[in-house]
């Protein structure tokens, strides 16, 4: 890695800004470039240890958001200037940003249901997702599922928040995206009527999910744990998606009547 103090002209910043837009998938914050514009007209802008990154190929890794500011106020930043940071993610991040954090800097609304729909949704590909035991997913490894799958996310997002209160955001968005590859008409109905309990045919899978779910959160000890709820969640998505009725819902790992955590069906085909 090379470190530099450079005064970068403005029409070089704006060459950096226009050729990341083909490598930087990060949505730049309006509010952030606000205060800092603000902050570099007021004069209260000084150099410190931040540094702007550009990775071994050239390309800008981190401050994009000083670089806008600095080319709106119309003013040459100057700046400590890393070249050549190694693309591991072993770049310091200061207090180790959680990905919600990440997410929230980058733009996106929604972030802490986002931020779990993505790290559940890694886990689940990995066949890791139906246990109860804490497995980690890096914030890198979580924005380049977001890089690859961006507009599925944030549908799920939009989708799973509608039932929150019924069912965790992360179980029921893990499911619609796994589920609605192909088509999110399914996935609208699923958490539509989680939320509303409003169906016109006989034991209907989801109300019957909605129902033992509210009766659970209703109960003094609560029974369901996290694993079961994934499981009950994902029967019902799978009856819903193969047309069929549900009039009693249950499933446990152990003992009698036993079975394996269910694989979520997409719609219109297994997954």
């Not at 886990?123 to 979580?142: E, F, I, M």
């Not at 609208?188 to 779910?213: A, F, I, M, W």
């Not at 003094?220 to 019902?236: C, D, G, M, N, S």
Request: net charge positive.
């Amino acid at each position: 890695m090379k470190l530099s103090v450079e005064t970068l002209s403005i029409d070089k910043m704006k060459v950096i800004v226009e050729s990341s837009k083909e490598t930087n998938f990060r949505r730049p914050s309006e509010q952030t470039i606000a205060r800092y514009c603000h902050d570099m007209k007021s004069g209260k802008w000084h150099l410190n240890g931040e540094t702007v990154k550009f990775n071994c190929d050239g390309t800008l890794r981190d401050g994009l958001h000083r670089l806008i500011a600095a080319i709106r106020a119309g003013i040459p930043l100057t700046t400590a200037v890393a070249y050549e940071v190694s693309d591991d993610g072993g770049v310091d991040q200061g207090r180790r940003r959680t990905l919600a954090q990440w997410l929230s800097s980058l733009g996106y609304q929604n972030c802490n249901a986002l931020s779990s729909i993505i790290s559940n949704s890694i886990l689940c590909q990995k066949g890791h997702w139906k246990g109860n035991q804490y497995r980690s997913v890096t914030v890198d490894d979580g924005l380049s599922f977001l890089r690859t799958h961006e507009s599925r996310l944030l549908k799920s997002v939009a989708l799973s928040i509608r039932c929150k209160r019924v069912i965790q955001a992360s179980i029921c968005g893990v499911i619609v995206f796994h589920g609605c590859a192909r088509s999110f008409e399914l996935g609208e109905y699923y958490c539509d009527t989680l939320n509303s309990g409003k169906s016109q045919h006989e034991d209907d899978p989801v109300v019957t999910l909605r129902e033992k779910l509210l009766l659970d959160r209703a109960a003094t000890h609560r029974k369901l744990t996290l694993t079961t709820t994934k499981a009950l969640a994902v029967i019902a998505w799978n009856k819903l998606c193969q047309g069929e009725s549900l009039s009693r819902l249950t499933w446990k790992s152990v003992g009698p009547g036993s079975s394996e955590f269910p694989t979520i069906q997409e719609a219109g085909g297994d997954v």
